[in-house]
Protein backbone atom coordinates (compact mmCIF):
# COMPACT_ATOMS: atom_id res chain seq x y z
CA UNK A 1 0.00 0.00 0.00
CA UNK A 2 1.57 3.35 -1.04
CA UNK A 3 1.14 6.06 1.91
CA UNK A 4 -0.84 8.72 1.46
CA UNK A 5 0.21 11.88 -0.01
CA UNK A 6 -1.27 15.36 1.68
CA UNK A 7 -2.53 16.57 -1.57
CA UNK A 8 -4.87 13.37 -1.15
CA UNK A 9 -6.49 14.57 2.30
CA UNK A 10 -9.13 17.47 2.49
CA UNK A 11 -9.08 19.98 5.35
CA UNK A 12 -11.89 20.27 7.44
CA UNK A 13 -12.91 23.70 6.79
CA UNK A 14 -12.24 22.34 3.10
CA UNK A 15 -14.55 19.55 3.77
CA UNK A 16 -16.97 21.54 6.15
CA UNK A 17 -17.78 24.09 3.57
CA UNK A 18 -17.99 21.58 0.82
CA UNK A 19 -20.98 20.22 2.73
CA UNK A 20 -22.54 23.81 3.33
CA UNK A 21 -22.75 24.81 -0.34
CA UNK A 22 -24.07 20.95 -0.80
CA UNK A 23 -27.07 21.63 1.55
CA UNK A 24 -27.93 25.26 0.32
CA UNK A 25 -27.81 23.63 -3.74
CA UNK A 26 -30.12 20.93 -2.21
CA UNK A 27 -32.30 23.28 -0.07
CA UNK A 28 -32.65 25.27 -4.06
CA UNK A 29 -30.74 27.96 -2.80
CA UNK A 30 -27.31 29.54 -4.48
CA UNK A 31 -24.16 28.03 -2.69
CA UNK A 32 -22.36 31.06 -1.13
CA UNK A 33 -19.11 29.47 -0.60
CA UNK A 34 -16.32 27.52 -2.60
CA UNK A 35 -17.31 23.77 -2.24
CA UNK A 36 -17.57 23.42 -5.98
CA UNK A 37 -14.34 24.89 -6.45
CA UNK A 38 -12.67 23.20 -3.94
CA UNK A 39 -14.26 19.83 -5.37
CA UNK A 40 -12.95 20.60 -8.68
CA UNK A 41 -9.50 21.51 -7.29
CA UNK A 42 -8.94 18.05 -5.54
CA UNK A 43 -10.95 15.62 -7.62
CA UNK A 44 -10.51 16.95 -11.04
CA UNK A 45 -11.82 13.55 -12.56
CA UNK A 46 -14.92 13.90 -10.93
CA UNK A 47 -14.82 9.78 -10.95
CA UNK A 48 -18.73 9.78 -9.00
CA UNK A 49 -20.01 11.20 -12.07
CA UNK A 50 -18.97 8.82 -14.88
CA UNK A 51 -21.05 5.73 -15.89
Do not use: T
Not at 19 to 35: C, N
Amino acid sequence: MRPRREQDWLRFHDLVRIMVDADMKAAGLKPIGAGEEIIARKFPSRWWEHD
